[in-house]
């Protein structure tokens, strides 16, 4: 069965850097894209961008631009995602979601708090 | 791209039928058919209910069910049972990205 497994939660101090993992199992990694999904504390959903998991070329929705990068391991069938310069608005759960078809996120990892303070 | 609008709460008692809308534009819910529908209980991950307007993934409840018209998808829940209170929310594709909606708290009276 398809399953995404994300790193657990972090904690981190404005500036800093931050990497969350997403591994997945059960199915071809390279065939579906990667999408990466934040939610801030008591909000709704928001739509980070994508990852061609083929190409790993990346695509970042505005707002998301410069301090996120998402990437690949396709050796280990993992997505990831990492913050730099650390601000405490970035705190939120961030969901990794496997693209099932155009805007169809069909598997949903755990998600990840990420946690700014200082 | 502005987030698609959802009525902030709805609810109904065990066994009604509830009906939560997602207004869009024609940029984007009325242009596509790739409109698709996320239930997500407190504290866990958003789970796909509803794909490309009106399809259920394998081995979902056909209590849930999606339209659309114009502009504005729909998610009704029939015979609504106390473990659908969850928030939901729509997403739509938009051409070259995904944009989601508002949310919905759907209560259980």
């Known amino acids: 069965q398809v399953q995404l497994v994300q790193s657990g939660s972090e904690l981190k101090k404005p500036g800093a850097s931050v990497k969350i993992s997403c591994k997945a199992s059960?199915?071809?990694?390279?065939?579906?894209?990667m999408n990466w999904v934040r939610q801030a504390p008591g909000q709704g959903l928001e739509w980070m961008g994508w990852i061609n998991t083929k190409t790993g070329n990346p695509t970042y929705v505005q707002g998301f631009t410069g301090r996120f990068v998402f990437s690949l391991d396709t050796s280990v069938s993992t997505a990831y995602l990492q913050i730099s310069s650390l601000k405490a608005d970035d705190t939120a759960v961030y969901y990794c979601?496997?693209?099932?078809?155009?805007?169809?996120?069909?598997?949903w990892g755990q998600g990840t708090l990420v946690t700014v303070s200082s | 791209q502005s987030a698609l609008t959802q009525p902030a709460s709805v609810s109904g008692s065990p066994g009604q039928s509830i009906t939560i809308s997602c207004t869009g534009t024609s940029s984007d819910v009325g242009g596509y058919k790739y409109v698709s529908w996320y239930q997500q209980r407190p504290g866990k991950a958003p789970k796909l209910m509803i794909y490309e307007v009106s399809n259920r993934p394998s081995g979902l409840s056909n209590r849930f069910s999606g339209s659309k018209s114009g502009n504005t998808a729909s998610l009704t829940i029939s015979g609504l049972q106390a473990e659908d209170e969850a928030d939901y929310y729509c997403s739509s594709y938009t051409g070259s990205s995904t944009v989601f909606g508002t949310g919905t708290r759907v209560t259980v009276l």
């Open positions: 059960g199915y071809t990694f390279t065939r579906n894209a």
């Open positions: 979601a496997r693209d099932g078809s155009r805007a169809t996120f069909d598997y």
